[in-house]
Structures are given as structure tokens and as C-alpha cells.
């Protein structure tokens, strides 16, 4: 079976560069090839049908330095890589989105005022919330060599795909995993008002995170495993904590077959602002969560 290549986004900007670099040191850690990927955006407005024939070759000619240069500065980093280019036209989201199912994970950079006119952070986003495969966004300081995974884990009884994902993440790089579930809503006055204590709400749901990675270690007995419960709005707890992480690793639910946006409320797209490591955020399954085999 033919393995599935890592796909890395590029636009020519230097955050899109720092996201191919990640994403080629991701592949030869998997032993993967990497595809490169180029979207010339035309659109489809009035301003791009009244715009002269020069202006859309000059645009495709963008993509195709863009790629270009790319698998250059991959060549200096792994000339051993197995490495493929495509230039694709398009919306850059979509695009890249169409890639999933023939994709490991895909790569891209994260939100800066760095890039062309196609914005790093609305495609980051779209990627995020409807791509079928995992999908980093390059944010931050993707150098970062600390050896520490982060998985956040929002709701303690659908985990599985994230956890698979975090568990692999930590075994290929050799790290540590912390696995962290934060809360921050008000307990209910009234009644039995002293078991909603933060106290007694962080140590029972201690113990079903304890539970819930029992599984896990016996897969995985090579990576040292830490948790953490904190009593705090999740997305200022993981930002945080992302200070000290190699990657970010977070699930999102998927309600169908198809995919869906990533839900009102949801903390994925502050962190992708505001994450100061690469944001891995990996699609649930529909029904029933991985289970370690």
C-alpha cells in the first residue's frame, strides 16, 4: 500500500517556509514522502474578471517561484527526502482541504502579516475546522526541540484520535506527553453544593484522565506520561503551556461523515493565534473513538 505523503502548504511567505521545514522533518521521522503545494488564488469577483490576462499569469508565476524555492531550501535540509511539487488553482483553503483523504496530515503556516494577499489565518481556520486529516498549523517557534508533547483534552469521554495522534507524536520524537484537562465553569449553588468544589470536580476528573491514559501507557511504555488539571479557561491554560511544548495537540469533533466547521465557542482558532508551538488539530470519529490496539 502506497504510503501517504505529508502535504505542506506554501505561499512563498517565510511562515509558510518555517511550516515546509517542520514538515520535512516530520516526514523523515515517519519515513514519508512530502508533497508540496502551491495554490495560485484567482477568485472569482468582478475585480478578477475585469483584471488584464498579465495580472493572472502574474499570480501563477507567484506559486510556481513559490514551490520553486521551496523544494530548494528542502533539498539543502534532507537531499535524501522523497520530495513532489503541485501547483493547484483555487481558493488556497478548499484546495488544500481537497488533499485530505490522500494526506498523512497537512502542513501549513500560521497567522502573520508576513504572507500575500491570501491570508494565513482564514485558511488555517477552514483547514482546522473540515479537513479529514490532521492538520498542524505552524504557529510560533517550530524549532523548539524541548521534547515535550502537549494534548488537551476538552471533553474526557471523546479522546481517541487526539490521544492516538499525541501518544505517536511523543513516541517518534522521543518525548514526554502531557495530557491536560482544563475547566472553568462555575459550580451549581444549592444542593449538595460541596461535591461541585473546584477541589472535588479537579480530582474526580483527575482520576478519569488517570483512567482514561491506563490504556494508553501499556501501548505506549516507552513515553513518559504526565497530567495535569487546571482550573482555568482552557485556551489561556494550553497557551500557556504551549510555551514549553514541541506541538499542541487538540481533537475536534467531527458530526458527520462529511466533516463541519469547527463550533461556535470552540478555543482552536484562539490558539492558533496565540499558540506559541506548532497546533495539531486532529479530527474525531463519528460514532466511536480510537481505542489503543
Not at 516530520?26 to 512530502?34: D, H, Q, S, W
Not at 449553588?189 to 477541589?199: E, H, V
Not at 482514561?212 to 491554560?237: M, N, Q, S, T
Request: hydrophobic share 40%.
Amino acid at each position: 500500500m502506497a504510503r501517504k505523503p505529508i502535504v505542506a502548504g506554501t505561499d512563498g511567505s517565510p511562515r509558510s517556509q518555517t511550516a515546509v521545514n517542520w514538515a520535512v522533518k516530520e516526514a523523515a521521522r515517519r519515513e514519508l514522502p512530502l508533497l508540496i503545494v502551491s495554490v495560485a488564488s484567482f477568485g472569482m469577483d468582478a475585480e478578477w474578471l475585469s483584471a488584464p490576462e498579465a495580472s493572472h499569469g502574474q499570480t501563477r508565476g507567484m506559486a510556481v517561484r513559490a514551490l520553486e524555492d521551496a523544494a530548494s531550501e528542502v533539498s539543502l535540509i534532507d537531499p535524501l527526502l522523497t520530495v513532489d511539487t503541485r501547483l493547484r488553482i483555487g481558493e488556497a483553503g478548499p484546495t488544500l482541504a481537497s488533499l485530505d483523504r490522500d494526506a498523512s496530515m497537512i502542513v501549513i503556516g500560521g497567522p502573520g502579516r508576513d504572507g500575500p494577499a491570501a491570508s494565513h489565518d482564514s485558511v488555517a481556520r477552514y483547514l482546522a475546522g473540515r479537513a479529514h486529516c490532521p492538520v498542524v498549523v505552524g504557529c510560533g517557534d517550530t524549532g523548539r526541540d524541548g521534547h515535550q508533547i502537549v494534548v488537551g483534552l476538552h471533553d474526557l469521554s471523546s479522546y481517541g484520535p487526539a490521544l492516538a495522534f499525541a501518544f505517536d507524536e511523543a513516541a517518534q520524537r522521543d518525548a514526554r506527553l502531557l495530557a491536560v484537562h482544563a475547566w472553568y465553569w462555575a459550580p451549581v449553588l444549592g444542593g449538595d453544593s460541596a461535591a461541585f468544589t473546584p477541589a472535588r470536580v479537579s480530582a474526580d476528573a483527575l482520576t478519569r484522565l488517570h483512567h482514561l491514559l491506563e490504556p494508553w501507557r501499556w501501548k505506549y511504555p516507552d513515553v513518559e506520561v504526565g497530567e495535569e488539571i487546571l482550573h482555568e479557561h482552557p485556551g489561556r491554560a494550553l497557551a500557556e503551556l504551549s510555551a514549553s511544548a514541541d506541538l499542541l495537540v487538540l481533537g475536534r469533533h467531527c458530526r458527520g461523515l462529511t466533516g463541519s466547521p469547527t463550533p461556535p465557542g470552540s478555543i482552536i482558532p484562539s490558539l492558533l493565534s496565540h499558540s506559541q508551538a506548532p497546533v495539531a488539530i486532529v479530527p474525531g470519529i463519528t460514532e466511536t473513538a480510537a481505542q489503543p490496539g
